[in-house]
């Protein structure tokens, strides 16, 4: 019966301390409850971030506005700026060939909420790469799937920085 009791208290005082230190589930950030009408665009050639971005966004019920057929003024505008995926090598076999890479996925962004200046915003997601020149085929496969957890990490970021500048508009001087 104490064992229990201590092991109540050990878990209680756990979750508490994860609480209070501000730790939320991996996907589990919220936008304010201000921003109903969003209008994401893109600038580059290639939409795959702003479809993903879009995707994620959906969980919030957003207006998703487009600027080319409506008038509504956007409580956030995004302008997602090209984007870079780099590769750095970081190992060879003794033959030569290239054992590692690191990728590197640039993103870079204008956020804008309405009555303020607009904010640009630019951040890397990196992830290392085995490279296997026997395996051309299966390897093709996973570096695209590794590309595609990159963009969903940068739009998870995206949405994370969106709350976190909203945060702190009160310090930011309207315009």
Do not use: W
């Amino acid at each position: 019966m104490l064992k229990q009791i201590i092991k109540c208290m050990i878990v209680g005082s756990l979750v508490f301390v994860l609480s209070a230190c501000g730790f939320s589930l991996r996907g589990d950030f919220s936008l304010p409850a201000s921003i109903q009408n969003l209008q994401l665009s893109n600038s580059g050639h290639d939409a795959a971030l702003k479809r993903t971005l879009e995707k994620r966004l959906k969980h919030y019920k957003l207006n998703m506005l487009d600027k080319n057929i409506t008038d509504t003024p956007a409580d956030l505008s995004i302008i997602l700026l090209p984007d870079e995926l780099d590769r750095r090598l970081l190992s060879l076999f003794s033959t030569g060939q290239v054992a590692e890479y690191e990728l590197v996925y640039t993103v870079k962004y204008l956020m804008q909420f309405a009555g303020h200046a607009s904010q640009s915003v630019t951040f890397t997601v990196t992830r290392e790469y085995q490279d296997d020149p026997d395996a051309v085929l299966a390897k093709s496969r996973e570096l695209d799937l590794v590309v595609s957890e990159m963009r969903q990490q940068a739009a998870d970021r995206i949405i994370r920085q969106i709350s976190s500048y909203y945060a702190n508009l009160a310090t930011v001087p309207v315009q």
